[in-house]
């Protein structure tokens, strides 16, 4: 089956330091999507690529979080420098850019800042 | 802009109960809308959807009409089983305009006990 796959799938890291997390989308989906999960917020769209490029990035903190798409067949989205309240449950999801098709998504990068 | 408002959480139910999770939106177009579904430590998975009006969409189970006179998608189950303890989440993706991102509501925790 098909799958987007997201690593790492766990992350401790010290606050201050750097996190990159990546995505391998669906082969074939064109359009790639950074969701951010959380207990109080719950699903925050972080942001949004169409053929590569960015097309919504506003929810997004743009001082420490960027978002990239160096070839089709990688996201990333990196954060410097990490801070306690970045932890959480990142998901990368792929899909067709028309609206009636499915979004799908990884199974997410859990990351805990301490 | 677009929502989806949710039942809260969390609901229990004994096994073999009748569920019912009900879901309204708001859009500005017409929007193609899903139930997605994540089960602890996993991410989220597609349900089922419905992608014009009057449409049914059916899965494990599960069903949900589109309504657009009320617009509303609740999801809908005869017989719940211990196996359906997750979280679930209507969400909807809509057909104009640039950004056809997921807009979720906030999920609505299910547990069934045996």
């Known amino acids: 089956d098909a799958r987007v796959t997201q690593t790492p799938r766990h992350k401790v890291t010290e606050m201050g330091q750097e996190v990159t997390m990546r995505c391998q989308p669906i082969?074939?989906?064109?359009?790639v999507f950074w969701y951010r999960q959380t207990m109080m917020q719950g699903l925050e769209l972080l942001a949004y690529?169409?053929?590569?490029?960015?097309?919504?990035d506003s929810g997004m903190p743009k001082d420490r979080f960027s978002a990239e798409m160096p070839d089709a067949t990688l996201a990333t989205l990196k954060i410097q420098p990490s801070e306690p309240r970045d932890s959480a449950v990142y998901f990368c999801a792929s899909g067709l850019a028309e609206s009636g098709n499915t979004i799908y998504f990884g199974e997410g990068s859990w990351l805990t800042v301490v | 802009g677009d929502s989806v408002t949710q039942m809260e959480g969390p609901v229990t139910l004994s096994e073999e109960a009748f569920l019912t999770i009900n879901c309204t939106y708001t859009?500005?177009?017409?929007?193609?809308l899903f139930w997605y579904v994540q089960y602890p430590g996993e991410g989220l998975q597609l349900l089922l959807k419905?992608?014009?009006?009057?449409d049914k969409g059916s899965n494990k189970g599960f069903e949900a009409t589109y309504r657009k006179e009320t617009t509303s998608f609740h999801l809908e189950k005869g017989s719940v089983q211990v196996s359906d303890s997750a979280v679930y989440f209507c969400a909807l993706r809509e057909k104009v305009g640039s950004a056809r991102q997921l807009t979720f509501g906030s999920g609505t925790q299910l547990t069934v006990l045996p």
């Open positions: 419905a992608t014009k009006a009057d």
């Open positions: 082969l074939g989906h064109n359009t």
């Open positions: 690529f169409r053929n590569r490029a960015p097309l919504d």
């Open positions: 859009a500005t177009g017409y929007p193609s």
